[in-house]
């Protein structure tokens, strides 16, 4: 698939249809209670779908080999973007944009696997759950370098290393992921997958959700960029670099070890992506030191529509090259 088709499908347009509607102060707007829905909707259909494909595929073999990545990743990611941050921006900070980045972006995936799913390209289960693992790691580690720096420095942080973890796996959305995966796998195994619930979470359907979703995520980057004439250049590079840097990482692993091209293709997304929902509603109560308008602008503002526009169809078209 050309990349100029990846960039003209109909979820990107809306993104930028929604993002140009905030920058021309139009008023379209969408409920907060219709966005909740939709991301939950989204959680639970990936979720779902994922762990359907889960009970086809095996964790066995490239699943373990590539859930070993996303973890190696989850620490490795937070580990340098603190070292490289800290002297600059301060502990906190430093802390906060390694948990965000060393975590990943749910709606980038589910936009990158209705991509693989619109070409006909297929992708195995054990993605979602590379996924699912890789969404509290990096905040952890993260957290716990800043308590350990804020020790040495004589201060105490306000909460406990097990509340961090706690508060990690008990997330809203990352519920709905995990217990929806864990539903489609026991209807699977039971043979009852095809059941009226896959016509509510599949094609039409679920193609409908994402675009709306993405024409909503589009208004909120339009309002993130306004936030951009005045962001310090150091952020806005890490924000790009860092991206990219992490998805050539994982297309060199998927290189060597030979992955196919759709499971590198996810692998490669879920590597570049940053956080924006699950880490940014951590790190307010676990760093409230920390600065949201920074870590939260580089991601939204920045990233995210960096991947969703430009980064699909570029990382597609290096695995196809390289992998």
Known sequence: MEPL???????????ILGAVAVLLKSNLAIPESVVKFLSLYLMMAI????????????????????IGIIIAMSAFVPAYSYFLLKRKLGVADAAAIGATYGSNSTLTYITAAGFLTSAGIAYEGYMTVALVVMETPAIIIAVIMAQMASKAAGTRSKKSTGLV????????????LVGSMG?????????????????????????????????????????????????????????????????????LLCRFFGFDHGDAFLLTILCASSSYIVAPAIL?????????????????????????????????????QFV
Do not use: C
């Open 5 to 15: 088709t990846t960039i003209l499908n109909p979820g990107v347009l809306f993104f």
């Open 47 to 66: 979720g779902f779908k994922g762990g359907i494909s889960l009970h086809e595929s095996s964790l066995f073999g490239d699943g373990l080999l590539i």
């Open 165 to 176: 973890i706690r508060e990690s796996l008990t997330d809203g959305t990352l519920l709905m």
């Open 183 to 251: 539903i489609g796998y026991l209807l699977a195994s039971l043979g009852i997958e095809e059941s009226p619930l896959a016509a509510f979470i599949e094609g039409d359907m679920f193609t409908g959700m994402l675009v709306f979703f993405l024409l909503y995520m589009g208004t909120v980057v339009g309002r993130k960029f306004r936030e951009l004439d005045h962001f310090p250049p150091l952020l806005f590079a890490f924000a790009v670099i860092a991206a990219v840097a992490n998805a050539i990482i994982a297309i």
């Open 284 to 320: 307010k109560d676990t760093l409230p030191e920390a600065n949201p308008a920074k870590f939260l602008t580089m991601s939204m503002g920045i990233t995210f529509p960096l991947n969703i526009v430009f980064g699909i169809p570029a990382y597609w078209w290096a695995v196809q």
